[in-house]
């Protein structure tokens, strides 16, 4: 019956900085702006298949959130920090443990890397690696979860 998720909004301090973030940023593309609610539209992947709705709030009626961007595996392992940094985002992992390489979460499995919107909202690349999900073996780094595929008979 439940397909999917079709569609996330977040509310933000400053639209117009949030449209420069989300489409000029992270690549997005605007399908919709209205003036008067102050609120803009963007398709993630085709048009029409999943949304992403921004509403402009005053910042005392703005909770932080978080929500994740499906990505290739592989672009998130080898480009997604450079995607980052050239757009002056820091980046982490979802250890926070000080480094910038993304992270498995081996009972899943996949990959992933966190970042912030302009508002603080908690945002992530994620991609779903092969193979059976390990959940004994906790969130790991990519290296390490090679290393326990190479064991698997």
Known sequence: MIKGLYETHLFVENLQRSIDFYGKVLG???CHYEEERRVAFFWIGKDKQFMLGLWEKPKEEIDVRHFAFECEP???????????????LKCRNFLNDGTERPMVFAWMPAIAIYFDDPDGH???????????GKPENGIISYDRWIELEKDVP
Do not use: A, T
């Open 74 to 88: 592989d672009w998130i392992l080898n480009e997604s920090v450079n995607f980052l940094k050239s757009r002056n």
């Open 122 to 132: 908690s945002l992530e690349f994620i991609g779903i690696l092969d193979g059976e």
């Open 28 to 30: 997005l593309k605007q």
